[in-house]
């Protein structure tokens, strides 16, 4: 029984409720006024109305389910880099549990912060710029499946989406247009070095990630999520992609701008870079945003490379497929904790120089396996 | 990967070519009063390897140079100014990395012209020392690149060093 | 395009402020200003007793303050022609090299922190407050010390503090061994530190760079080798030098000292006498000068007293060793690119108390 299923029935059992009340409505009033309610409930039970509320109804689910996980994340990373700063990490607040309650006292914190737009700014860049950003990361969220069933579909054959994976690597490149407006429209020389050089690292990180994805996609014969983890059930393709998965992992880290490659908000340097004019909420959402795409890229790369949601049957598919998003993130944040900053040229040296050669073989490679039928 | 391990031990300077070798304090004395007979009077041997002169003020750059270039005196280690009742002093000490020496130059000014000539063209690390001298104690160094005050305020007017300024 | 980096920066580490001209992220011309931090230190010593002065020169640079008392002391000594005994010598040469065990790690604290490396800044702060520890049980303090005086040091060692030093030294050196693989074999480190930052022996003479930089330039000057002070002459111990002029070797020369000092202080605990520790100076100065100089963490530093006869000083001048190597940076700043700013600002170690006075 997948989610589409799930959903179709709760909608279902609501508009059939909701009908009672607008048909009873359609018989005691007289006119034109029981016309009319009597048509608003046949429009409510209606085939296209229904599949537009479940499809809302699932995609809540998924990105509720989705956030949540990103909590998560956020008391990982905390605890994590206290642990390998030799100090506890969040530990008072929800005491018992571990300090995960810190989180919500963050946040509790950071929407009672004054917000302030500067006077020089330009006002409809600034106001923008958050909206686009965090908009398309929530949208990576939604496209993503747990499991066979479990993921945003259409109709009920599960959540075959035909493009599902293109579609959010597409959304997870809409950011670096974003961090630039930010960058220019808080009128500060800083945030503008922050802001280029965040587009800089961004762009020439995309190639190679998109060269490794396509090899994948060119293994799988498809676009689409289900499509990719159905073809790893023999062999994750971790394995004969290698090269492809280290530059996958990579080119995420520099995405999603931690150190190493956190250049644009080097704090030694610019001081916080594109988001140092922006407080309060706004600023505690770029932060959340982060992380979201953190868990965005963990997701993606599980799903296209370590096999998704396959394991043993003893544990639900979903519940395995966020251990190995886990798994990734808490190597990023290992690698995070261990390693200095790289400069500004060094970093676009290593991208267009390094990687994307390394890419390149990488495809020949998958064309290599392709062409002699192996998958 | 760069080499590890323990760095290069004590090196040995390149002595510079004909320099004098290895003097001691005696020999600079006279070296110093061979060239310089009237500029530079008043030889004490403080400790080993110090030694004090007096220094004419009009003679500043040409006997540093003299210093710097023929004796070896590469690096200049501190400027101070010290003010008296009648005349200001400005005392000069310079190393010898080569020869090991320290020799401390004494300068007398008038009152009312506390002015010499700077060195910084011959030691650039005198350039912020004379800047903090006339920043604090308002000597005037003739030829400085750049003469501003350099720890206070720009647009302060006194000189905070000075006996009369009483804060 | 001039951009300010400070005053207000979290890279700079103490007050003061340095304007780059860029050209895209080239530097093409710099300025530091300092000066923010000027509190007047000689002024204010010429209205006070000498031994009033001591906590006042503590605080010149927070950052190794036992090497600013024990400096002013010296040069008081030698106004007032005061011998200091034997034991007072070897305990000044040990807490000296505990100092600067202290102030380097503090400044590889910082350098790690601004490249990036959290952790390097976390575990090298926890290994500061081992040493941290020892002073606070023989000083009382953590920080500034007030612990030279005039003719020797405040007070005797306290008991099993041979024993603790000891242990605490031996678990620095496993440490210092660790940090070492920490930095050196990412390679990351390396790209940011090899080749950057490069000052001929040349400049770093005629700029009047002392200390680590200027050992890390080639030229093997230092004063405790040099011009021995304190019971120098009788410990055992190797000048520092690297034939590279850049960042990465002025690193290397940090922690080499860093061995080198734990040697020194062992030796200096092996050998030190029974005796007093301090003896009675006299009140008023004679009319005279008095200079003293030391090797300061940070390169030479100086004093230069001018006594009347009375027992406030008339003038005390200090030469800070910072201020002339600041005054060298454009030398060292122009044609890198703006992000190895902080790698090459924080190899020089600033601390602005010095700079500032």
Known sequence: MNLFEFCYGIIHWLVDLINHLWYWLGDVLPWWFGDFFDAVGNFAASQGHMAVMTIFLEVVIVVVIALINVLNFIWIFRKFMGRMFDFYGPYYVGYRIGGWLQNLADGIKLFVKEIIVPAKAD??????????????????????????????????????????????????????????????????????????????????????????????????????????????????????????????????????????????EAEAELVEGWTTEYGGMRFGLFYFTTTIRSYAGGALATALFLGGWHGPALIPDEIWF??????????????????????VDQMLGIGWKRLLPLAVINLMIAVALKSMGWF | MAERGRSDQKEDMEKAPSRIDAVP?????????????????????????????????????????????????????????????????IVYHITSYQNKLLLELITRTPKDDPSVDSVSSIWGGANWQERESYDLMGIMFNGHPNLERILLPKDYTFHPLRKDFKG | MWINMGPQHPMTHGLWNL????????????????????????????????????????????????????????????????????RAEYIRVLTIEMQRIVSHLMWLAAYAGD???????????????????????????????????????????????????????????????????????????????????????????????????????????????????????????????????????????????????????????????????????????????GLARVEDPRGEGMMYIVGDGTDKPYRVKIRSPIFVTVSAAPKILIGYKVADVVAIMGGLDMCIGETDR
Not at chain 1, 131 to 147: K, M
Not at chain 1, 228 to 239: K, L, P, Y
Not at chain 1, 331 to 343: A, G, N
């Open chain 1, 123 to 264: 006002k409809m860049g600034y106001l923008l710029a958050p909206i686009i950003y965090i908009g398309s990361s929530i949208l990576i969220l939604a496209t993503i499946p747990f499991s066979e069933n479990f993921g945003v579909a259409t109709n009920e054959s599960g959540s075959y989406v035909p493009a599902g994976a293109l579609f959010a690597l597409a959304a997870f490149a809409i950011a670096p247009f974003s961090i630039l407006l930010a960058g220019w429209a808080s009128n500060n020389k800083y945030t503008l070095i922050g802001g280029m050089r965040s587009a800089a690292q961004m762009m020439s990180y995309e190639i190679p990630l998109l060269m490794t994805v396509a090899s994948v996609f060119l293994l799988a014969g498809s676009y689409g999520f289900v499509d990719i983890v159905d073809a790893q059930h023999d062999i994750w393709f971790a394995f004969p992609l290698f090269i492809g998965f280290l530059i996958f992992l990579v080119c995420l880290a520099a995405e999603v701008e931690i150190i190493p490659f956190d250049l644009p």
């Open chain 1, 322 to 343: 966020l251990i190995k998003a886990y798994i990734v993130y808490t190597i990023f944040q290992w690698m995070t904790w261990s390693l200095p900053r790289v400069r």
């Open chain 2, 25 to 89: 304090e005696e020999k600079l004395i006279r070296a110093l009063m061979n060239a310089f007979p009237e500029a530079i009077t008043g030889f004490t041997k403080l400790k080993e390897g110090f030694v004090r002169a007096k220094l004419d003020r009009r003679e500043i750059a040409k006997a540093c140079k003299y210093l710097r270039d023929e004796l070896g005196f590469e690096h200049l280690s501190m400027i101070s100014a010290v003010e008296y009742d009648d005349r200001f002093e």
């Open chain 3, 19 to 86: 304007r780059v001209k860029v050209d895209g992220e080239t530097i093409v011309d710099a300025q530091p200003e300092v000066g923010y931090l000027h509190r007047g230190i000689e002024k204010l010593c010429e209205g006070k007793t000498y031994p009033q002065i001591i906590p006042l020169a503590d605080r010149l640079c927070y950052g190794s303050s036992l090497t600013w008392s024990h400096l002013y002391c010296m040069a008081v000594e030698d106004l007032m022609n005061v011998e200091v005994p034997e």
């Open chain 3, 115 to 289: 490249l990036g490396l959290g952790v390097g800044f976390v575990y090298t702060m926890r290994e500061r407050e081992v040493f941290l520890d020892l002073f606070q049980a023989l000083t009382g303090a953590r920080i500034t010390y007030n612990f030279p005086r005039i003719g020797g040091v405040a007070h005797d060692l306290p008991p099993n503090f041979e024993r603790d030093t000891l242990r605490a030294i031996s678990y620095f050196e496993g440490r210092l061994k660790e940090y070492e693989d920490l930095f050196e074999g990412s390679k990351i480190f390396m790209m940011r530190n090899v080749g950057v930052g490069i000052l001929k022996k040349e400049d770093a003479i005629n700029m009047g760079v002392t200390g680590p930089t200027l050992r890390a330039s080639g030229v093997s000057y230092d004063l405790r080798k040099d011009r021995p002070y304190s019971v120098y002459e009788e410990m055992n111990f190797n000048v520092v030098t690297h034939k590279d002029c850049d960042c990465y070797a002025r690193y290397r020369v940090r922690m080499d000292e860093m061995w080198e000092s734990c040697q020194i202080m062992k030796q200096a605990l092996k050998k030190m006498p029974k005796g007093k520790v301090r003896i009675v100076s006299p009140r008023n100065a004679p009319v005279g000068t």
